[in-house]
């Protein structure tokens, strides 16, 4: 498994995920976009997760290589890659499926509890688990076919981390 993650700012890394993807001996290579590093070519890499940053996926224009990112999800999607999005991570896949990121009404900031969308084989999620948030923005799905389409991605990335699906 060759994994690719983005990294938007130096104090934001893998975290746990470091930990899972060395115990299924994946590849990992990444690239730091504030330092408008490369984009590997998606014939390379079988994942994408794509970290989290104090910026909006609407600040193209303080860091214009955020269109260059959104296009690459798109095309990594398109391609049927398995992509995780964190915090900034899911909106900018959202964005990249033409969903609306705008501010929200009041910051989300502190514990709330995440709700599971679905129950999968051998990942089991609690029916809600307490979370911490510092979340300024909300994704707005402009039509039954975006949700649709994200609800969709979500399942394929449920399986392949289950194991139900090629996880390549």
């Known amino acids: 498994m060759r994994v690719h993650w983005l990294q938007h700012v130096p104090f934001e890394g893998l975290g746990s995920i470091a930990a899972w993807l060395e115990s299924r001996n994946a590849e990992t290579s990444r690239t730091r976009m504030w330092t408008g590093g490369r984009l590997p070519p998606l014939h390379g890499i079988d994942w994408l997760v794509i970290m989290g940053g104090p910026m909006s996926v609407n600040d193209e224009e303080r860091h214009p290589w955020l269109v260059h990112e959104k296009r690459f999800i798109a095309e990594a999607i398109a391609q049927d890659k ?21 501010p929200n009404r009041e910051r989300e900031i502190g514990w709330y509890p ?23 923005e909300i994704v707005m799905l402009n ?9 969709t991605l979500m399942s394929k990335l449920l399986d392949r981390l289950d194991g139900n699906a090629d996880i390549r």
């Open 114 to 136: 995440i709700e599971p969308i679905r129950q999968t084989g051998s990942i089991h999620f609690a029916d809600l688990v307490p979370a911490p948030h510092v979340q300024p």
């Open 143 to 151: 039509s039954t076919q975006r949700f649709l389409e994200i609800n």
């Open 82 to 102: 398995t992509v995780l999005g964190i915090c900034l991570g899911a909106q900018l896949i959202a964005s990249s499926l033409g969903a609306r990121v705008r």
